[in-house]
């Protein structure tokens, strides 16, 4: 479907709400298979999409194993490597562990996995409240194009792309239909 503000940009549709659900369902098996369970895990979401994606895992583990996972929030605003080099600098929001993370399994989620930037950020941001015993991720797309040496272990979908595309998650949580996008440049 075109778009409407920008006749350059196309979004085309890679994943719908139920595409969504079932690979947020085989994440949390994954999970819970690799782990053994979830004795010692913690979901941390990151802002702003990971918090309701990792929301959305501790309910789907919740009916797997008929336990609450602990879950955090965490907002990676100053462990970015780019706040210097920035036109407008970015608005710091609050994390949210409730727990300590010390000798945990920690699963980051997000939405999106790109040049892993995001990612390293969040682990110098987890580090700096404890010691887990493993980081751990989950990314609902992998797009490719890794700038670190930092991979997934629990994947929805991988997208290739190329560099001038981009992948959005649209999540009703953030008032917007459940869906997954590539958007594409022409011109």
């Known amino acids: 479907m ?3 503000e920008n006749p350059q940009m196309q979004q085309v549709s890679i994943m719908d709400a139920h595409e969504m659900g079932r690979a947020l369902t085989r994440i949390a098996h994954e999970i819970v298979e690799r782990n053994k369970g979830v004795k010692n895990l913690a979901l941390v979401g990151i802002r702003t ?3 309701p994606l990792a929301q959305r895992l501790q309910k789907i583990i919740r009916n797997i194993e008929q ?4 879950l ?4 990676i605003t100053l462990y970015r490597d780019d706040l210097a080099i920035r036109k407008n600098q970015p608005l710091l929001k609050k994390t949210d562990i409730p727990f300590h993370i010390s000798d945990l399994i920690v699963v980051l989620v997000d939405d999106v996995l790109f040049t892993g930037r995001t990612i390293r950020a969040a682990m110098d941001g987890l580090i700096d409240l404890g ?3 493993e980081i751990q991720l989950a990314v609902l797309v992998d797009r490719g194009h890794r700038q670190l040496p930092i991979r997934a ?3 929805g979908k991988n997208i290739p792309t190329s560099r001038e595309e981009n992948i959005r998650v649209f999540l009703e949580e953030l008032g917007e239909e459940d869906r997954v996008c590539k958007i594409e440049v022409r011109g």
Do not use: Q
Request: charged share 25%; aromatic share 4%.
């Open 49 to 51: 999409a990971g918090i």
């Open 2 to 4: 075109p778009n409407d």
């Open 67 to 70: 336990v609450d996972v602990p």
């Open 131 to 133: 010691r887990p015993a």
């Open 72 to 75: 955090g929030e965490l907002d």
């Open 153 to 155: 272990n629990y994947v």
